[in-house]
C-alpha cells in the first residue's frame, strides 16, 4: 500500500515564526501536493510538484513556498506564519497524469497563536 | 465543469450493504467518475474510480449506470470504520489535476 507520511499530527507556533512541514512518500511517484482544509471551504491546493526541483502555484500560494529537492520528500514553509494560516494542512502523492488517484496523508493540524 | 449531486447522509446497520448514490447527468464521454472517503479527523481516501464499466476493489463496488448520468458506490458490507463522508468527483475538477470535493454524503453506521 502506498503510505505518505506527514511529520507531525499536531503542531503549535507563534506568529512570525517560520514553519516547516514535511511530507513522505514511499511509492515513487512523481506527483506531489499540499493542500490546506478549513471548514465549509473544503481542499484548497496551495502548491504542486510534478518531479523534483519543479513546482506549480496552486489557488492559494500566497504566504508559502515548498521545496521539493529528493522525489520521495516535498516540504511546506510558512515563511512567515499569520494567524489565518491556522488550518489542516494535507499533503497527498500521486503517479504522473492527471486522473491517477491521489493518496493523502493523516494531515496536519496547524495553529499559529 | 460538469457537477455531482450527492445525498447530504445516509444512515446504514453494521454488516448490511450500503448503496451510496451520486448523479452527473452533465458527464463528458472522457469524464472519469472517481469516489473519495474521508474519516473523522483523517485525510481523504481514494476508494475506487471508473469510466464505463462497473468496477470492483477490495474496498467496494462502482456502478455506472449505462448512459454514465449516474453512478453507485457500494460497500458489501458496512463496518463502524466506514463512517465517514464520501465523495464522488469527475476529472478531479482542478486545472492541475487537483482534488475540488462537493459536499458529499456523511454515512453513519449503526452497530
Known amino acids: 500500500d502506498v503510505k505518505v507520511t506527514q511529520s507531525s499530527r499536531y503542531l503549535v507556533k507563534r506568529t512570525g515564526e517560520k514553519v516547516f512541514l514535511e511530507c513522505v512518500q514511499d511509492?515513487?511517484?512523481?506527483?506531489m501536493f499540499w493542500y490546506r482544509q478549513d471548514p465549509g471551504l473544503g481542499l484548497r491546493l496551495i502548491y504542486f510538484s510534478y518531479d523534483v526541483k519543479m513546482k506549480e502555484k496552486g489557488d492559494i500560494p500566497e504566504g508559502y513556498s515548498v521545496s521539493r529537492e529528493k522525489k520521495e520528500r516535498f516540504s511546506l514553509i510558512l515563511e512567515s506564519a499569520s494567524t489565518n494560516q491556522t488550518s489542516m494542512y494535507l499533503c497527498?502523492?500521486?503517479?504522473?497524469?492527471?486522473?491517477?488517484?491521489?493518496?493523502f496523508g493523516d494531515g496536519t493540524r496547524l495553529s499559529i497563536l | 465543469d460538469a457537477k455531482t449531486t450527492q445525498p447530504n447522509s445516509m444512515e446504514s446497520n453494521e454488516e448490511e450493504p450500503v448503496h451510496l448514490p451520486c448523479n452527473h447527468s452533465t458527464i463528458s464521454g472522457t469524464d472519469y467518475i472517481h469516489w473519495y472517503r474521508q474519516l473523522p479527523s483523517q485525510g481523504p481516501e481514494y476508494v475506487i474510480h471508473g469510466l464505463t464499466s462497473n468496477v470492483n476493489n477490495r474496498m467496494a463496488s462502482l456502478a455506472i449506470a449505462e448512459d454514465r448520468k449516474s453512478s453507485t458506490l457500494i460497500l458489501h458490507r458496512a463496518t463502524l470504520r466506514d463512517a465517514a463522508v464520501y465523495y464522488c468527483i469527475l476529472n478531479y475538477g482542478g486545472s492541475q489535476g487537483n482534488l475540488i470535493f462537493g459536499k458529499g454524503t456523511k454515512l453513519s453506521v449503526k452497530p
Open positions: 497527498a502523492s500521486s503517479e504522473s497524469g492527471t486522473r491517477q488517484p491521489q493518496h
Open positions: 511509492m515513487d511517484h512523481e506527483n
